[in-house]
């Protein structure tokens, strides 16, 4: 992935005064994000609409026991174990969380959670422990797309069906895992695109906030951005593309590098809500006014939601964290031996200024 290289930095006013702002910016934002985990806690996942599938192409690949290799079990009588990646202070992970807890209750069904704190050797571990501790089956959000091997070998030689959601791991479906669930991150790409051409009227310098290296997710949703943008608008030019790890700290950090760097910035392409809210830190502490920036986003979260109201984010992908439902549909029609495809993908909405007052109720 090609990235532009950046000026280095001037620093406009005394160090000193600088420092100060930072830091008073930087406490600002982490009491911030406590504030905003603490209200998604409050709220239960299923609050808002569950996931609904896109029909599947004819012909797509499907799974069944038979050809996995495993054996029918009544889903009642099995424990599941889920294996969280990231820390859960991001509304996306509390949301996609509580939704697996309260589907395996609802359900009557003994679930084993762990936790990997963002750290993907620790999710390796994570959930090998949950194999030693008995779990039939497996439904992993994965940190990282590469690197499983230890975890496929192991889940394989238990005959341990395994289901990803929200990323994909590099390995053969219906070999080392069953179905993979998710949105379609390229599209989700494309409709950021349409936004951001509709907010800025498709001309100008625009910059990207790259999630995490290293996962599917990132780089697709570059991707889609990246080709709508060349197809529809080649007169908006993309002049800067830095990570901000998904996370709100590291989107401001990131942002406030941006509008030295970079001060006739017109737009922001946040490859999710918590680095684009970090973005909004960023302007709100540099002086600038909402508008002055466009900013779109990936997620859904209520704050992002709240701020297209507010006018500082432009437009709001969705990215349906709601997986519990149907990954436990996946595993129960799977364990009794019925087809399910390889590649479950989900419908996703978006906000905009015309629906996000009265849609905020549907965000997480």
Same mark, same amino acid.
């Given at each position: 992935?090609q990235r532009t290289t950046h000026r280095p930095l ?5 160090? &000193? ?7 008073? +910016? ?20 299923? *609050? ?24 029918? %079990? ?5 424990? !599941?174990?889920?294996?969280?990646? @990231? ?8 949301? @996609? ?11 009557? /069904?003994?679930? $084993? ?5 963002? =750290?993907?050797?620790? =999710? ?11 779990? #039939? ?5 994965? $940190? ?6 230890? &975890? ?7 005959? /341990?069906?395994? /289901? ?6 590099? *390995? ?26 509709? *907010? ?16 599917? !997710? ?20 993309? !002049?800067?593309? =830095? ?13 406030? =590098? ?12 946040? @490859?999710? #809500? @918590?680095?684009?809210?970090?973005? /909004?830190?960023? +302007?709100?502490? *540099? ?43 996946? $595993? ?13 993908? %989900? ?18």
């Open positions: 992935m001037l620093l406009a006013r005394p160090v &000193v005064v600088a420092l100060a702002a930072a830091v008073a +910016l930087t406490a600002t934002s982490c009491a911030k994000s406590e504030d905003d985990a603490a209200d998604s806690k409050k709220s239960p996942a299923a *609050a808002g609409a569950e996931q609904q599938v896109v029909t599947p192409k004819p012909g797509s690949e499907t799974c069944t026991v038979d050809t996995y290799g495993g054996k029918k %079990i009544d889903l009642k009588d099995a424990t !599941v174990g889920f294996s969280q990646s @990231e820390k859960e202070a991001n509304p996306f992970r509390i949301a @996609e969380t509580q939704s697996i807890k309260d589907e395996a209750e609802k359900r009557g /069904v003994k679930l $084993l959670t762990a936790n990997a704190q963002s =750290q993907f050797s620790k =999710q390796i571990s994570d959930v090998q422990d949950l194999l030693a501790k008995g779990a #039939d089956l497996l439904v992993i959000a994965p $940190l990282n797309s590469d690197g499983w091997d230890p &975890v496929l070998q192991a889940a394989a030689a238990k005959k /341990v069906p395994i /289901v990803t959601i929200d990323r994909k791991i590099n *390995a053969t479906p219906c070999k080392d895992y069953v179905s993979f669930i998710a949105s379609d991150f390229v599209e989700q790409g494309r409709r950021a695109a349409d936004q951001m051409i509709e *907010a800025t009227g498709g001309k100008g310098e625009v910059a990207i906030l790259l999630g995490s290296a290293g996962n599917n !997710v990132t780089t697709e949703r570059t991707k889609g951005f990246k080709e709508r943008v060349a197809e529809k608008a080649p007169d908006l030019k993309v !002049v800067f593309e =830095q990570t901000g790890d998904f996370t709100r700290e590291k989107g401001q950090q990131v942002t406030e =590098q941006l509008i030295q760097s970079n001060p006739g910035i017109k737009g922001i392409y946040a @490859e999710n #809500d @918590e680095m684009g809210l970090g973005a /909004v830190a960023a +302007l709100k502490g *540099a002086g600038k006014k909402a508008g002055d920036v466009e900013i779109v986003t990936v997620d859904g979260t209520r704050n992002a939601v709240q701020g297209v109201v507010d006018g500082w984010i432009s437009g709001v992908i969705e990215s349906n964290p709601r997986f519990g439902p149907l990954a436990f549909q996946t $595993l129960d029609e799977f364990t009794q031996g019925k087809e399910v495809h390889q590649d479950i993908i %989900i419908q996703d909405s978006a906000y905009d200024a015309d629906n996000a007052e009265q849609d905020l109720g549907k965000a997480y």
